[in-house]
């Protein structure tokens, strides 16, 4: 099953975030399929590729709590 949830970088407490598109079994930073976005929890940015996340849910991608949260704050903005 694919999973659209993030992928940790950055430094030793100074986290940033890729939004990527993975099988559910694999480790949090390991090899995505499709990177479609990226968030900062420092600065509160964060950029989606609405129109690719869509692509992935009508083929039955699952989205984790909290990328849902960063689409629905970066959707309504």
């Known amino acids: 099953m694919l999973k ?3 992928k940790r970088l950055g430094k030793k407490k100074k986290p940033f975030y890729r939004i990527i598109i993975i099988d ?7 090899q995505p399929i499709e990177e479609v976005g990226f968030y900062d929890p420092f600065t509160k940015t964060s950029k ?3 129109i690719q996340i869509n692509k992935r849910l ?14 629905n704050k ?3 903005l």
Do not use: F, P
Request: aromatic share 0%; hydrophobic share 30%; charged share 35%.
């Open 4 to 6: 659209i949830r993030l």
């Open 24 to 30: 559910s079994r694999k480790k949090r930073d390991g």
């Open 48 to 50: 989606v590729d609405i």
């Open 58 to 71: 009508k083929q039955g991608a699952k989205v984790t709590k909290t990328t849902q949260n960063i689409i």
């Open 74 to 76: 970066h959707t309504i």
